[in-house]
């Protein structure tokens, strides 16, 4: 494969977004201005922003600001390490406003095909330079300007149209996984709740418990109504912790341990490691650092297989293994502030979740409740192995790809 040279600016330009003023910010309206916030950088992928709640725009802006569906953005501000070359791609038209701190890329389609275009620019070559060559602040900056300063080797357009079309299809098989998934999880929490916090099971008509008049009796120790025959629990007389269990690895002690196996923290998979110390489907709930969600919640995990978990995780299981999927849920639903302690470095403490009083179910309602979302559960950990395994393929081909190593079969890239 033959490649050439280029400087970016040469076959692409990059342009920078509106300047738009604080006091036209607003928790509502037509148009949201993007943020880094919008930039999913460990999956270089788009993603709404539900850090902040006054993302509208009610002021002025020029239309050319105005985003299009399929228009390639990056980030001209490094907020966390690792996103300064990170893509994202808009997926709607006249929605958003593309902000000072987000660069549009505009391709020159006659040298530069727009979904190889996505990949060229988030490859490591062209993060390298950008990173080398970012302002040396507390959080970095780039420019149009160093963007298009970079150096890159690519081959003729026909082979771009092949490796974009096959690394998007790849792409777009992980967005579908990723949708099955949103749409299992929230059929999970919709049940959950209609069922735990609304109180509305079918009850021996089959009718709504609760909205058909169902007998709903006050407990002292939760200060509520809760159904008849229903009563309340200790979590520390419901779950079992495994923290004891917990072996923390610093970064160089990673790095001399890469393998396969996740190393997980307080809110996701941090790295790989060539060990592991769990092996099977555990619950973990954030101790310490980011403890809640934006809405409130405390940040829960589910995973399962072989794995190594640090000590900023609770490790639980339900004492009835059975009902895993219930206590999910519900560790879930439980208000943070109610668990948590410090002002401003919060830490839920396991003496506080122990102590916390649950609402507990009868006990054929809770493995009803299982009976029916396990088997969803179940399809959304395949969804999620597929991701993976594709993530990998990815990975992978992406660097071959993009140095010449490897090219891609016409008949493939149709496929």
């Known amino acids: 494969m033959i490649l050439t040279k280029y400087k970016l600016g040469e076959i692409l330009d990059v342009t920078r977004g509106a300047s738009l003023s604080g006091e036209y910010y607003a928790t509502e309206g037509e148009y949201i201005r993007l943020t880094c916030g919008n930039f999913d950088y460990q999956n270089n992928c788009f993603k709404e922003n539900k850090s902040k709640d006054n993302l509208y725009y009610v002021g002025d802006f020029k239309s050319e600001f105005l985003m299009e569906e399929g228009d390639i953005i990056t980030p001209l501000t490094e907020q966390a390490i690792g996103l300064l070359g990170s893509t994202a791609i808009i997926p709607e038209s006249g929605k958003y406003i593309q902000s000072q ?11 530069l095909d727009k979904d190889f275009a996505f990949y060229l620019i988030s490859s490591a070559l062209v993060k390298q330079q950008l990173s080398a060559a970012a302002q040396q602040t507390k959080i970095r900056h780039t420019s149009p300007d160093k963007i298009k300063d970079c150096t890159v080797w690519i081959p003729e357009l026909s082979e771009q149209k092949r490796i974009g079309k096959l690394l998007r299809s790849i792409d ?9 998934n949103q749409n299992l999880e929230a059929m999970a929490k919709q049940l959950y709740d209609y069922w735990f916090v609304q109180f509305d099971f079918p009850n021996e008509e089959g009718k709504p418990y609760k909205s058909s008049g169902g007998e709903m009796v006050w407990n002292e120790k939760l200060k509520r109504k809760i ?23 610093s970064s160089k002690d990673r790095e001399e341990r890469k393998g396969n196996y996740p190393y997980y923290g307080a809110t996701g998979i941090m790295d790989y490691v060539n060990e592991y110390i769990f092996d099977g489907d555990y619950i973990l709930l954030a101790e310490d650092g980011s403890t809640s969600d ?40 439980i208000p943070a502030k109610q668990i948590e302690t410090g002002s401003i470095q919060k830490k839920i403490s396991q003496e506080n979740l122990c102590e916390y009083n649950m609402v507990l179910p009868n006990s054929i309602l809770i493995e009803k409740y299982e009976s029916i979302i396990s088997p969803l559960w179940e399809k959304r950990k395949l969804c999620i192995e597929e991701i993976n395994a594709l993530i990998k393929q990815r990975d992978e081909l992406l660097p071959l790809l993009m140095n010449g190593q490897a090219s891609v079969n016409s008949d493939l890239s149709d496929g």
């Open 101 to 111: 701190d987000v660069a549009k890329i505009i391709c020159k389609e006659d040298l």
């Open 172 to 180: 777009r098989k992980i967005e579908l996984n990723r949708a099955i």
């Open 227 to 249: 159904p008849n025959e229903w009563d309340n629990c200790k979590l520390k007389d419901f779950i079992n912790l495994f923290d004891s269990k917990r072996i923390p690895l």
């Open 294 to 333: 934006s809405k409130g919640f405390p940040i829960v995990q589910y995973i399962w297989g072989k794995n190594w978990v640090n000590n900023h995780a609770h490790i639980i299981l339900p004492k009835n293994e059975q009902y895993l999927m219930f206590t999910y849920q519900m560790l879930r639903s």
